[in-house]
């Protein structure tokens, strides 16, 4: 199993990205899927979770409308769409996954891991 993130990168505040998350040897529509970041000398938080189904999402107050997790079974891909960016949101962004029903907040939880992407909002 191997899950692959890309598209980060250096943005003004204000901006937007959108992340990817490739998976190969497992089938993303039979997983949920988390979206971590993790900032110098912090550990790892949730910043999205979509459910096996694609029907239920889960974001943390702190990008709750800004941020949006998405899933493509035909790429058997997940996105990460990030807008109205802010200097606080940089760090190296990780995407995961996990053979359950409902989106998972605790990283602990979670089987499979990518590498991590950087992101850097710059003010």
């Known amino acids: 199993v191997q899950l692959q993130a890309f598209g980060g990168g250096l943005v003004q505040a204000g901006g937007s990205l959108r992340l990817s998350c490739a998976a190969s040897g497992l089938t993303v529509r039979n997983y949920v899927e988390g979206w971590f970041r993790q900032a110098p000398g912090e550990g790892r938080s949730i910043v999205a979770s979509?459910?096996?189904?694609?029907?239920?999402?889960y974001y943390p107050d702190s990008v709750k409308g800004r941020f949006t997790v998405s899933r493509d079974n035909a790429k058997n891909t997940v996105y990460l769409q990030m807008n109205s960016l802010r200097p606080e949101d940089t760090a190296v962004y990780y995407c995961a996954a996990k053979s359950a029903v409902y989106p998972i907040q605790s990283a602990s939880q979670y089987t499979y891991w990518g590498q991590g992407t950087q992101v850097t909002v710059s003010s």
């Open positions: 979509i459910s096996r189904s694609g029907h239920m999402t």
